[in-house]
T-cell receptor, first 114, second 113 residues
Framework: KAGVTQTPRYLIKTRGQQVTLSCSPI?????VSWYQQTPGQGLQFLFE???????NKGNFPGRFSGRQFSNSRSEMNVSTLELGDSALYLC?????????????FGQGTRLTVV | AQTVTQSQPEMSVQEAETVTLSCTYD???????LFWYKQPPSRQMILVIR??????QNATENRFSVNFQKAAKSFSLKISDSQLGDAAMYFC??????????FGTGTRLKVLA
Protein backbone atom coordinates (compact mmCIF):
# COMPACT_ATOMS: atom_id res chain seq x y z
CA LYS A 1 0.00 0.00 0.00
CA ALA A 2 1.53 3.31 -1.07
CA GLY A 3 2.07 5.90 1.65
CA VAL A 4 1.20 9.57 1.70
CA THR A 5 2.94 11.37 -1.13
CA GLN A 6 3.78 15.04 -1.02
CA THR A 7 5.11 16.99 -3.95
CA PRO A 8 7.37 18.73 -4.42
CA ARG A 9 9.84 17.77 -1.69
CA TYR A 10 11.72 21.06 -1.87
CA LEU A 11 10.71 24.49 -3.06
CA ILE A 12 12.40 27.89 -3.15
CA LYS A 13 10.20 30.91 -3.75
CA THR A 14 10.58 34.66 -3.63
CA ARG A 15 8.65 36.95 -1.30
CA GLY A 16 5.35 37.97 -2.81
CA GLN A 17 4.98 34.88 -4.97
CA GLN A 18 2.42 32.18 -4.42
CA VAL A 19 2.92 28.46 -4.08
CA THR A 20 0.82 25.30 -4.34
CA LEU A 21 1.71 22.11 -2.51
CA SER A 22 0.16 18.75 -3.26
CA CYS A 23 -0.70 15.76 -1.12
CA SER A 24 -1.92 12.35 -2.24
CA PRO A 25 -3.33 10.36 0.70
CA ILE A 26 -3.26 6.65 1.27
CA UNK A 27 -5.80 4.89 -0.90
CA UNK A 28 -9.15 4.76 0.88
CA UNK A 29 -8.40 7.58 3.27
CA UNK A 30 -10.88 10.43 3.09
CA UNK A 31 -9.33 12.84 5.55
CA VAL A 32 -6.33 15.01 4.76
CA SER A 33 -4.86 17.50 7.17
CA TRP A 34 -2.00 19.97 6.82
CA TYR A 35 0.56 21.14 9.36
CA GLN A 36 3.29 23.73 9.33
CA GLN A 37 6.46 22.77 11.19
CA THR A 38 9.01 25.38 12.21
CA PRO A 39 11.78 25.27 14.82
CA GLY A 40 10.19 28.11 16.78
CA GLN A 41 6.49 27.18 16.65
CA GLY A 42 6.63 23.41 16.34
CA LEU A 43 3.79 21.68 14.51
CA GLN A 44 0.87 23.98 13.86
CA PHE A 45 -2.45 22.78 12.43
CA LEU A 46 -3.49 24.49 9.21
CA PHE A 47 -6.70 22.75 8.12
CA GLU A 48 -8.40 19.41 7.65
CA UNK A 49 -10.53 18.20 4.77
CA UNK A 50 -12.90 15.27 4.61
CA UNK A 51 -14.77 14.33 1.46
CA UNK A 52 -13.97 17.68 -0.15
CA UNK A 53 -15.24 19.69 2.84
CA UNK A 54 -13.10 21.68 5.23
CA UNK A 55 -14.00 20.46 8.70
CA ASN A 56 -11.56 22.46 10.75
CA LYS A 57 -9.16 25.33 10.31
CA GLY A 58 -6.24 26.57 12.36
CA ASN A 59 -5.23 30.12 13.22
CA PHE A 60 -3.49 31.09 10.03
CA PRO A 61 -4.11 34.15 7.84
CA GLY A 62 -6.33 33.94 4.79
CA ARG A 63 -3.24 33.70 2.58
CA PHE A 64 -3.24 30.02 3.47
CA SER A 65 -5.94 28.05 1.74
CA GLY A 66 -6.60 24.52 0.69
CA ARG A 67 -8.92 22.23 -1.12
CA GLN A 68 -9.62 18.58 -1.58
CA PHE A 69 -10.63 16.83 -4.73
CA SER A 70 -13.09 13.98 -5.24
CA ASN A 71 -10.21 11.46 -5.27
CA SER A 72 -9.17 12.78 -1.80
CA ARG A 73 -6.00 14.39 -3.12
CA SER A 74 -5.46 17.76 -1.51
CA GLU A 75 -3.66 20.95 -2.39
CA MET A 76 -2.54 23.76 -0.18
CA ASN A 77 -1.92 27.24 -1.50
CA VAL A 78 -0.05 30.11 0.06
CA SER A 79 -0.34 33.49 -1.61
CA THR A 80 1.84 36.57 -1.19
CA LEU A 81 4.63 34.61 0.44
CA GLU A 82 6.47 36.07 3.40
CA LEU A 83 9.87 35.11 4.80
CA GLY A 84 8.12 33.69 7.85
CA ASP A 85 6.31 31.14 5.70
CA SER A 86 9.57 29.22 5.33
CA ALA A 87 8.83 25.88 6.95
CA LEU A 88 8.31 22.19 6.52
CA TYR A 89 4.72 21.56 5.46
CA LEU A 90 3.41 18.15 6.43
CA CYS A 91 0.33 16.45 5.13
CA UNK A 92 -1.37 13.61 6.96
CA UNK A 93 -4.13 11.27 5.90
CA UNK A 94 -6.48 9.13 7.93
CA UNK A 95 -9.81 7.39 7.69
CA UNK A 96 -11.36 10.47 9.18
CA UNK A 97 -13.61 8.97 11.82
CA UNK A 98 -13.21 7.89 15.42
CA UNK A 99 -12.46 4.30 14.47
CA UNK A 100 -9.61 5.28 12.19
CA UNK A 101 -7.67 7.85 14.16
CA UNK A 102 -4.11 7.10 13.14
CA UNK A 103 -2.66 9.81 10.94
CA UNK A 104 -0.14 8.74 8.35
CA PHE A 105 2.25 11.50 7.39
CA GLY A 106 4.04 12.30 4.19
CA GLN A 107 7.70 13.29 4.12
CA GLY A 108 6.81 16.93 3.81
CA THR A 109 7.58 19.81 1.49
CA ARG A 110 10.41 22.05 2.58
CA LEU A 111 9.48 25.58 1.52
CA THR A 112 12.13 28.29 1.59
CA VAL A 113 11.08 31.88 0.95
CA VAL A 114 13.90 34.26 -0.02
CA ALA B 1 -8.57 25.06 24.18
CA GLN B 2 -6.54 21.92 24.42
CA THR B 3 -2.80 22.10 24.98
CA VAL B 4 0.00 19.55 25.01
CA THR B 5 3.20 20.15 26.95
CA GLN B 6 6.50 18.33 26.64
CA SER B 7 8.83 19.76 29.26
CA GLN B 8 11.98 17.92 28.18
CA PRO B 9 13.50 19.49 25.05
CA GLU B 10 16.26 16.87 24.98
CA MET B 11 16.98 13.54 26.62
CA SER B 12 19.90 11.11 26.41
CA VAL B 13 19.97 7.40 27.09
CA GLN B 14 22.61 4.71 26.89
CA GLU B 15 22.03 1.95 24.41
CA ALA B 16 20.09 -0.94 26.00
CA GLU B 17 18.88 1.26 28.86
CA THR B 18 15.37 2.56 29.55
CA VAL B 19 14.20 6.14 29.13
CA THR B 20 10.90 7.89 29.87
CA LEU B 21 9.63 10.90 27.95
CA SER B 22 7.05 13.10 29.65
CA CYS B 23 3.89 14.64 28.28
CA THR B 24 1.04 16.47 29.95
CA TYR B 25 -2.08 17.83 28.34
CA ASP B 26 -5.01 19.98 29.21
CA UNK B 27 -8.55 19.34 28.07
CA UNK B 28 -12.11 19.50 29.30
CA UNK B 29 -13.22 16.68 27.03
CA UNK B 30 -13.76 13.15 28.27
CA UNK B 31 -13.33 11.36 24.96
CA UNK B 32 -10.06 11.74 23.10
CA UNK B 33 -6.98 9.95 21.82
CA LEU B 34 -3.32 10.38 22.65
CA PHE B 35 -0.36 9.46 20.49
CA TRP B 36 3.37 9.41 20.44
CA TYR B 37 4.95 10.08 17.07
CA LYS B 38 8.61 9.72 16.16
CA GLN B 39 10.32 11.98 13.62
CA PRO B 40 13.78 10.79 12.59
CA PRO B 41 16.16 12.97 10.53
CA SER B 42 14.35 11.81 7.40
CA ARG B 43 11.43 13.98 8.65
CA GLN B 44 8.88 11.17 8.21
CA MET B 45 6.49 11.20 11.16
CA ILE B 46 5.90 7.64 12.34
CA LEU B 47 3.29 6.52 14.84
CA VAL B 48 4.88 4.87 17.86
CA ILE B 49 1.88 4.19 20.07
CA ARG B 50 -1.75 5.19 20.55
CA UNK B 51 -3.97 5.36 23.64
CA UNK B 52 -7.75 5.77 23.75
CA UNK B 53 -8.79 7.85 26.75
CA UNK B 54 -11.67 5.54 27.63
CA UNK B 55 -9.29 2.61 28.06
CA UNK B 56 -7.70 2.34 31.47
CA GLN B 57 -5.13 -0.20 30.35
CA ASN B 58 -1.85 1.33 29.24
CA ALA B 59 -0.94 0.71 25.61
CA THR B 60 2.14 -1.33 24.76
CA GLU B 61 3.95 -1.86 21.47
CA ASN B 62 7.01 -4.09 21.77
CA ARG B 63 9.69 -2.00 23.54
CA PHE B 64 7.40 1.02 23.81
CA SER B 65 4.81 1.49 26.54
CA VAL B 66 2.89 4.38 28.01
CA ASN B 67 1.89 5.42 31.50
CA PHE B 68 -1.50 7.04 31.03
CA GLN B 69 -2.84 8.88 34.05
CA LYS B 70 -6.16 10.36 32.96
CA ALA B 71 -6.92 12.25 36.16
CA ALA B 72 -3.47 13.81 36.18
CA LYS B 73 -3.63 14.38 32.39
CA SER B 74 -0.28 12.76 31.97
CA PHE B 75 0.88 10.51 29.13
CA SER B 76 4.51 9.43 29.35
CA LEU B 77 6.37 7.15 26.94
CA LYS B 78 8.77 4.51 28.17
CA ILE B 79 11.33 3.07 25.76
CA SER B 80 12.97 -0.10 26.99
CA ASP B 81 16.22 -1.61 25.67
CA SER B 82 16.97 1.59 23.74
CA GLN B 83 18.52 1.16 20.32
CA LEU B 84 20.52 3.54 18.13
CA GLY B 85 17.59 3.63 15.73
CA ASP B 86 15.40 5.13 18.43
CA ALA B 87 17.25 8.44 18.14
CA ALA B 88 14.73 10.98 16.86
CA MET B 89 12.36 13.76 17.84
CA TYR B 90 9.38 12.42 19.73
CA PHE B 91 6.09 14.28 19.67
CA CYS B 92 3.16 13.76 21.97
CA UNK B 93 -0.17 14.48 20.27
CA UNK B 94 -3.81 14.86 21.24
CA UNK B 95 -6.83 14.22 19.05
CA UNK B 96 -10.47 14.90 19.76
CA UNK B 97 -13.64 15.01 17.75
CA UNK B 98 -12.48 18.17 16.00
CA UNK B 99 -10.18 16.01 13.83
CA UNK B 100 -7.32 18.32 14.67
CA UNK B 101 -4.11 16.93 16.11
CA UNK B 102 -2.47 19.11 18.72
CA PHE B 103 1.21 18.43 19.12
CA GLY B 104 3.66 19.12 21.88
CA THR B 105 6.94 20.88 21.12
CA GLY B 106 8.85 17.62 20.98
CA THR B 107 11.67 15.90 22.83
CA ARG B 108 14.91 15.14 21.06
CA LEU B 109 16.15 11.72 22.12
CA LYS B 110 19.83 10.90 21.78
CA VAL B 111 20.96 7.31 22.13
CA LEU B 112 24.56 6.88 23.24
CA ALA B 113 26.55 3.85 22.10
Amino acid sequence: KAGVTQTPRYLIKTRGQQVTLSCSPISGHRSVSWYQQTPGQGLQFLFEYFSETQRNKGNFPGRFSGRQFSNSRSEMNVSTLELGDSALYLCASSGGDTTNTEAFFGQGTRLTVV
Amino acid sequence: AQTVTQSQPEMSVQEAETVTLSCTYDTSESDYYLFWYKQPPSRQMILVIRQEAYKQQNATENRFSVNFQKAAKSFSLKISDSQLGDAAMYFCAYLSGTYKYIFGTGTRLKVLA
